[in-house]
């Protein structure tokens, strides 16, 4: 099987900032298989919604419209380990965010249990 761990969410003011983590781990995870890790979010009374993904390989990032220039997508290969900084924090961006495992930058096959952030205004 393949676990993921999300941990760094917490409370912070508008503006500010978090790094959230997701270790990666388990017998059946290879990362040349399941070659790309995402970032998604749900926020109360929404729907799960995509906020970026980053290939093992090459580091290849995409990222959602309302986070870009905010977010950045970062991993360590040898930790597996893949990170989300989040930059000028907005209470719209509050939400659980999950980190996931995919074979392609669409199809996710494993995910965390996730993670809270709040953004207070």
């Known amino acids: 099987q393949v676990q993921l761990v999300e941990s760094g969410g917490g409370l912070v003011q508008a503006g500010g900032f978090l790094r959230l983590s997701c270790a990666v781990s388990?017998?059946?995870?290879?990362?040349?298989?399941?070659?790309?890790m995402g970032w998604f979010r749900q926020a109360p009374g929404k729907e799960r919604e995509f906020v970026g993904t980053?290939?093992?390989?090459?580091?290849?990032?995409d990222y959602a419209d309302s986070v870009k220039g905010r977010f950045t997508i970062s991993r360590d290969n040898a930790k597996n380990t893949v990170y989300l900084q989040m930059n000028t924090l907005k209470p719209e961006d509050t939400a659980v965010y999950y980190c996931?495992?995919?074979?392609?930058?669409?199809?996710?096959?494993?995910w965390g249990q996730g993670t809270q952030v709040t953004v207070s205004s």
């Open positions: 388990g017998r059946a995870f290879n990362k040349y298989v399941m070659g790309w």
């Open positions: 996931a495992a995919g074979d392609t930058r669409q199809k996710y096959r494993y």
């Open positions: 980053i290939s093992w390989s090459i580091g290849s990032t």
